[in-house]
């Protein structure tokens, strides 16, 4: 897609062939990161049972990630649904 901001991306701190993670260039709090799958969809209930398994995998590196770098607060993981430029796009966010 285009217009999508996340497949802009070029700074990820982790990848695998499905999902990609990042620092969100809008942060809330330090270590504030996004987790996309790289398929375009507009729920969690449209992703792939692989697709949710790549999620998990770079869900579990950026919580390592996050403890290992940054002072560690309480973690806020949420599952969330963003309109952009007219678009639904899912993402996972730590803040």
Same mark, same amino acid.
């Given at each position: %897609?285009?217009?999508?901001?996340?497949?802009?991306?070029?700074?990820?701190? /982790?990848?695998?062939e499905l999902?990609? @993670?990042?620092y969100d260039a809008y942060p809330v709090? #330090?270590?504030h990161m996004l987790i996309t799958p790289k398929r375009h969809v507009s729920s969690y209930f449209e992703m792939t049972k692989a697709e949710r398994k @790549?999620? #998990?995998? $770079? $869900?579990?590196l950026s919580k390592s990630h996050l403890d290992e770098n /940054?002072?560690? %607060?309480p973690t806020i993981l949420a599952l969330m649904l963003v309109k952009q430029?007219?678009?639904? /796009?899912f993402i996972?966010?730590?803040i």
């Open positions: %897609m285009k217009d999508c901001p996340f497949c802009q991306m070029k700074d990820t701190i /982790f990848e695998n999902a990609q @993670a990042f709090s #330090e270590g @790549a999620i #998990e995998e $770079l $869900l579990e /940054f002072m560690q %607060m430029l007219d678009k639904l /796009f996972v966010m730590f």
